[in-house]
């Protein structure tokens, strides 16, 4: 709506205002925006899923054309791509207002001239807009300043029926498994929504899921972004969640096994010296300890499997979590705390 005013020429004086006149907009061009500007993978992945979300202003809503096109690092100029090497997939992924696309790509048979800048363009009878993605190797999942909450108690604490909650593991060193068949033969499925929010740390298959036309308001589940802002799980992702299970489970069994055999030894200095079974799948491990009457966790990233805490942390540390790491992602943690000086395994996690 437009309406005019005039002012006189010193300012003092304003006259009122014209009759309003509103103006009707059919529609306007697409506005584009990366899911993740920039994806990063590990160098022996099989497979990659990058995907652009456009969001449909306006009360007209044109057929929209997607395209995906790739920078020639000689030239520098985008090219179209095709072939059975990527699979598309476009979809309106909310019919509210205003109107949101996806539209995903993957790109299979990886190898090192895959990497690169993507550019995602939409285009309707109004205009067009793009989004550039970069694809780079990654060579290790980054660590949290604090260690993950164990599957175990999360689930406990939303509550998960048993003998479902056996899927998360236990508080005896019982490791969570990830395997469909533990929720259909113990008729689980309801459950499965819960048994994700729990295992979200250190995991990123959001792509996948919009690769799968999961809403972004489920999108939580996949990525673990803003997921502590997910008070509850929305009753819309109830028939998504085994297609968000089916992400998960893709890369499930690339990403490291847990610790085992975590022994925390003092020694005559006062340090304390940490060893551990060499783990399956694992190129790093991130140790962390919190010492008596501290709120703060200290951090070390090792790629052997022994670490030695320098300063009387003999008799400074009480708790002690090591998370198992590579290119895929991190596995559940292993705690220690000291009592009764003895270290001991728990499960109970004191944030």
Not at 56 to 63: A, D, L, N, V
Not at 140 to 166: D, F, M
Not at 277 to 300: C, G, I, Q
Request: aromatic letters at 10%.
């Amino acid at each position: 709506l437009v309406y005019v005013i005039a002012i006189t020429r010193d300012g003092r004086h304003r006259s009122l205002p014209s009759e309003t006149i509103h103006f009707y907009t059919a529609g306007v061009a697409p506005r584009v925006v990366a899911y993740r500007e920039t994806v990063s993978i590990p160098g022996d992945a099989s497979s990659v899923t990058i995907a652009c979300r456009m969001e449909m202003p306006g009360t007209t809503h044109k057929s929209v054309h997607f395209e995906w096109k790739k920078i020639h690092e000689k030239t520098s100029h985008y090219e179209k791509i095709g072939g059975d090497k990527y699979s598309f997939t476009n979809y309106i992924s909310s019919h509210e207002h205003p109107r949101h696309y996806v539209s995903a790509l993957q790109i299979k048979f990886l190898k090192l001239s895959d990497f690169g800048t993507y550019r995602c363009i939409a285009t309707n009878d109004f205009g067009s807009s793009s989004a550039d993605i970069r694809v780079i190797q990654r060579v290790l999942t980054s660590a949290t300043p604090i260690p993950p909450e164990p599957p175990y108690i999360c689930c406990q604490r939303l509550g998960i029926r048993s003998p479902c909650v056996a899927v998360c593991g236990s508080e005896f060193g019982k490791h969570a498994a990830l395997r469909a068949e533990s929720f259909i033969n113990s008729h689980c499925e309801d459950e499965i929504s819960k048994f994700l929010t729990c295992t979200t740390v250190g995991v990123d298959e959001g792509a996948c899921c919009l690769r799968k036309k999961v809403p972004g308001i489920c999108l939580p589940l996949c990525d673990g972004f803003q997921m502590n802002k997910l008070d509850t799980i929305p009753h819309a992702c109830a028939v998504y969640t085994f297609s968000i299970f089916q992400c998960r489970m893709e890369n499930a069994d690339s990403r490291p096994a847990t610790v085992s055999g975590l022994k925390a030894i003092p020694n005559s200095d006062g340090d304390l010296i940490l060893r551990w079974d060499l783990t399956p799948r694992a190129d790093m491990y991130h140790v962390y300890w919190k010492r008596k009457f501290s709120t703060t966790w200290e951090l070390s990233s090792v790629v052997t499997t022994s670490k030695r805490i320098f300063g009387n942390a003999a008799n400074d540390i009480d708790e002690i979590v090591v998370v198992a790491s590579n290119s895929f992602g991190n596995a559940h943690p292993v705690r220690l705390i000291h009592n009764d000086d003895k270290w001991i395994a728990s499960y109970h996690f004191q944030f």
